[in-house]
């Protein structure tokens, strides 16, 4: 059987790979990565309307979930619930899952729910890969990466969910080629 490549695929899971590193790392995901993906959005969409192959329903239930998945993410970073980078980095994909943003939600919080039960497990991962990540920037000349949460005298508390939201992305996505 063979696979069908989209420009998804090729966008989304490089920016992905990133979004875990830097939010396991760090606790961080870049505004500047985001906007990226919103303008790939954005390309693909305007490409997709002058090839006539736009699917207008489709589009409006991604935008329209991604509207709401914005409001309530802000809302709930308000009270602390939820990292503001990991609102934003839902609603861009939403707009990118269009009508498999329900089914990218649902991936998502079952691979959280697996991601906080792993918790433990996580964490000394995120503790070793910094601890990787500074001993080989140890052998530069002049040291270039910031000291990781993990490493710090008080890492941040609570689970990189940038990890669960890009399996969630990813599994829909490679699981619908």
């Not at 497990?121 to 070793?128: C, D, P, S, T």
Request: hydrophobic share 65%; net charge neutral; charged share 10%.
């Amino acid at each position: 059987m063979a696979t069908t490549l989209t420009l998804a695929h090729l966008v989304l899971t490089p920016a992905l790979a990133c979004v875990v590193v830097s939010d396991l790392l760090y606790r961080r995901i870049a505004n500047r990565l985001l906007l990226v993906l919103l303008t790939f959005w954005l390309l693909c969409t305007c490409i997709q309307l002058f090839q006539g192959n736009l699917d207008l329903a489709s589009l409006a239930i991604g935008a329209g979930i991604a509207l709401a998945v914005l409001i309530a993410g802000y809302l709930l970073f308000a009270i602390h619930w939820m990292g503001a980078g990991d609102a934003k980095l839902m609603a861009v994909l939403c707009l990118w899952m269009a009508d498999q943003s329900l089914l990218f939600m649902m991936v998502t919080a079952l691979v959280g729910g697996l991601l906080a039960l792993m918790l433990p497990l996580v964490l000394a991962i995120e503790r070793g890969i910094a601890w990787a990540l500074m001993h080989i920037d140890g052998w530069l000349p002049r040291p270039t990466v910031p000291l990781p949460h993990a490493l710090r005298e008080q890492p941040l508390p609570g689970i990189p969910y940038g990890l669960a939201i890009a399996a969630g992305a990813l599994l829909v996505l490679w699981g619908s080629v």
